[in-house]
């Protein structure tokens, strides 16, 4: 077992992974920006080293300085969290170099979740249904006309490198293909340093279901069920659930078997998700494998009774799974997304929290970096809190989360708790009529 952990990133992610560390008894060392001097995981971690300028490429994506500090610090692993470097397979490659472990997956289990439209032939391949849709990138507007006509209107344009929800146009007749194949092209160049693409398929009210997968280096892969994730504004989610209302008995079977397919075929390594939209008559359709720890894993976590972050590590340092084969969900758990965010706009507000109170009792589990009088930066994203509510039934779980969003008080910033409580109190979502089009519906009930 590792003795002394890096974390390669900061806010709450970083406080998770420092609770799993202690809890191991794994020392910890943080690195932080100057712009992150107060934050509270250089407060909780045993060492802190100053990696840089406010700026994440200087800092936390800056890849020759986070290795160095590993160096020094003799620290054994490097845990990435989420975005910044965990999904980049140099940097895997980069650790292995300097005899440091990555707690993820191998470099290529990276590159290829990294590629969508490539995983997405590959699952193909391997009988794992996708998205009518390219086989491989576009080679151009040609192709996409092509395409298009055969698999029908709407359809969408995504960057095969994309994420984040960015990169993806919709089309809705072959006159706009022109137009949407360009302005997809600009973007996946200006945010991802690639301009492939691929189109499929758009299916309207679709769910977004996820399955969390667990491999050892043994070759052993066993899966952790589902997670509803089709509240989403601009295709990035806002709450998660587990398990889904939606799903059966025997579609989670399925859902598991396939995630559990998908993760052979690439023989995956260490924890991922893989995510599949899921059509009203259920049929199922890989969408694209995640190669580290979700901002909602923990919802998978209430319902299954697992530490997901121990889990990384300790499957990093060799450990195999010990664990029985099945896993069913106990109760139900939802997650809301808190962000530093104008609710009505979703635009983000950085500032100084004033007042900070945050809520208790039973069920109710917050993960935060944040705290009164801490100042949010404006250089990295707007995610300050994960507010998880778990009750025996969905029902118990949306009571308590709604209580728990009263109860949370943040006075200084806007956040996005107005929007949640929106949300919990509408009727479609209380009796689980959710697809990925509901926020769109619940801003335009006309429409
Ligand atoms: P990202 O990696 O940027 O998150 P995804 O491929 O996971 O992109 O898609 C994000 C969201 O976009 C999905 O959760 C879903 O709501 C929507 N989406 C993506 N592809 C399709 C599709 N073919 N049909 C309908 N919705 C889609």
Not at 23 to 34: H, K, M
Not at 72 to 92: C, K, M, R, V
Not at 267 to 293: C, D, L
């Amino acid at each position: 077992m590792f003795k002394k952990i890096l974390i390669a990133n900061r806010g709450e992610i970083a406080v998770r992974v420092i609770r799993a560390c202690r809890e191991l008894g794994i020392r910890t060392v943080a690195v932080y920006s100057e712009a992150d001097k107060t934050n509270m995981h250089v407060r909780l971690a045993d060492e802190t080293i100053c990696i840089g300028p406010a700026s994440a490429e200087q800092s936390y994506l800056n890849v020759p300085a986070i290795l160095t500090t590993a160096e020094i610090t003799d620290s054994e692993a490097i845990h990435p969290g989420y975005g910044f470097l965990s999904e980049n397979p140099q940097f895997a490659e980069a650790c292995a170099a300097s005899g440091i472990a990555f707690i993820g997956p191998t470099p290529e289990n990276i590159r290829l979740g990294g590629d969508k439209s490539k995983a997405k032939q590959v699952m193909k391949r391997r009988g794992v249904p996708v998205v009518p849709g390219s086989d491989g990138p576009l080679s151009g507007t040609d192709s996409a006309v092509k395409i298009a006509k055969k698999i029908g209107f709407p359809a969408i344009i995504k960057a095969s490198m994309g994420g984040g929800g960015r990169g993806m146009k919709i089309i809705n007749n072959e006159e706009e293909i022109q137009d949407a194949f360009f302005m997809a092209q600009r973007e996946a160049l200006a945010a991802f340093g690639s301009s492939e693409l691929y189109i499929e398929k758009y299916l309207r009210n679709v769910r977004h279901i996820e399955v969390q997968v667990l491999a050892d280096s043994k070759g052993r892969i066993i899966h952790l069920g589902e997670r509803e994730c089709s509240i989403q504004r601009r295709h990035q989610k806002l709450i998660e659930e587990a398990p889904s209302c939606f799903v059966t008995e025997k579609l989670r079977k399925r859902l598991g078997e396939l995630a559990i397919k998908a993760a052979r075929a690439i023989k995956y390594r260490n924890i991922g998700t893989v995510e599949f939209i899921v059509t009203p008559e259920e049929e199922v359709y890989f969408m694209e494998f995640n190669t580290r720890v979700q901002v909602e894993h923990p919802v998978t976590e209430m319902v299954m009774g697992m530490d997901l972050v121990k889990q990384q590590i300790l499957l990093a340092s060799g450990q195999p799974i010990t664990a029985k084969k099945v896993f069913k969900p106990r109760g139900a758990a939802i997650e809301c997304r808190i962000n530093a965010e104008d609710p009505d706009r979703f635009i983000p507000c950085p500032g100084k929290i004033e007042f900070m109170h945050q809520p208790g009792g039973p069920g109710i589990r917050v993960d935060t970096a944040a705290y009164c009088g801490w100042t949010v930066p404006s250089h990295y994203d707007s995610l300050i809190a994960k507010l998880i509510a778990y009750g025996s039934n969905r029902q118990e779980a949306i009571a308590r989360m709604r209580r728990a969003l009263d109860e949370f008080v943040i006075e200084g910033i806007k956040t996005t708790i107005p929007f949640h409580k929106r949300v919990l109190e509408n009727k479609d979502f209380i009796e689980g009529r959710i697809d990925t089009g509901f926020i769109d519906r619940l801003n335009n009930p006309a429409a």
